[in-house]
């Protein structure tokens, strides 16, 4: 029986199923952070990238399910974020997606496919627009989109969070003393970011897929709409029932449209 949590109640109490173990792990400084990873397995490398105020292990789920269809995983936390750090730099998209190239360097991976939840669509967004050379594809699981012009905004825009995500993505990972630096920490320009028109959109290069789930607390449809519809050869997928939290709701049910989007890039 497929795996459900749609309350996010086994998740506040237990956390995220475990990531498998590794010994591919390791910190990569870059511009002034120590920016944590993972790798598992061998074959065409698929990095996830988490959502604001979580971390890697926000991936417990998925990991074993790229390895078993033959894809090598590899994890990052954000800086600032899990087991990485950061400096006194506010945060930015290009700066998180800088960290991301850092660490394919460090493990020598020319290019891989992205997959975005959250905060991480809109790092996997910017790299998609501005290094579609290391791309070898993209799905977003969305974050949130503007008003004018669709961008991706962070978790700032929609505090309180759910109670499940505000004690288990936040206080559990960072402290709940560190949510508030957190949030400071992006700047103030940061609420609207990566500010994309459609123009801008129109100039990803790489093929995408968007991911949301039906009841998402976050993002509305028409956005998401508004991507797919904006990035050239975009697709849209719309997962029923479950939330801004579908990889920890309803994993299975997730992990197919990743797998299938993995085989895609293959």
């Known amino acids: 029986m497929d795996f459900r949590d749609d309350t996010l109640e086994q998740f ?11 010994s591919d792990t390791g910190l990569v400084g870059h511009d002034g952070a120590r920016i944590w990873y993972a790798s598992y397995g061998a074959g065409p490398a698929v990095i996830l990238l988490h959502g604001g105020l979580g971390n890697a292990g926000n991936f417990g789920h998925q990991v074993p399910a790229l390895l078993a269809v033959g894809y090598r995983a590899i994890v990052i936390d954000s800086r600032g974020h899990g087991r990485s750090t950061r ?6 998209y290009e700066l998180m997606g800088s960290d991301v190239l850092a ?13 975005g939840w959250s905060d991480g669509a809109c790092t996997a967004s910017i790299l998609a627009d501005r290094h579609p050379e290391r791309r070898r594809r993209v799905l977003f699981r969305l974050q949130y989109g503007s008003e004018r012009h669709a ?10 969070l759910p109670r499940a995500a505000s004690e288990g993505l936040c206080g559990a990972v960072i402290g709940t003393r560190g949510v508030g630096q957190l949030l400071r920490g992006r700047g103030p320009d940061a609420a609207h970011q990566p500010n994309y028109t459609a123009a801008d959109l129109a100039r ?30 975009a697709t849209l997928t719309i997962l029923p029932v479950v939330t801004h939290f579908a990889p920890l709701q309803r994993p299975a049910e997730f992990n197919r449209v990743m797998q299938e989007f993995a085989r895609s890039v293959s």
Request: net charge negative.
């Open 87 to 92: 400096d006194a730099k506010p945060y930015s």
């Open 204 to 233: 990803i290069a790489v093929p995408v897929a968007v991911v949301l789930g039906e009841g998402d607390e976050f993002i509305r449809r028409e956005h998401a709409q508004y991507l797919a519809a904006n990035i050239p050869g």
């Open 151 to 160: 961008a991706i905004r962070v978790h700032s825009d929609h505090w309180p």
């Open 103 to 115: 660490v394919m360097d460090h493990l020598g991976v020319d290019r891989a496919a992205l997959i």
């Open 12 to 22: 506040d109490a237990q956390g995220a199923a475990p990531l498998p173990a590794t």
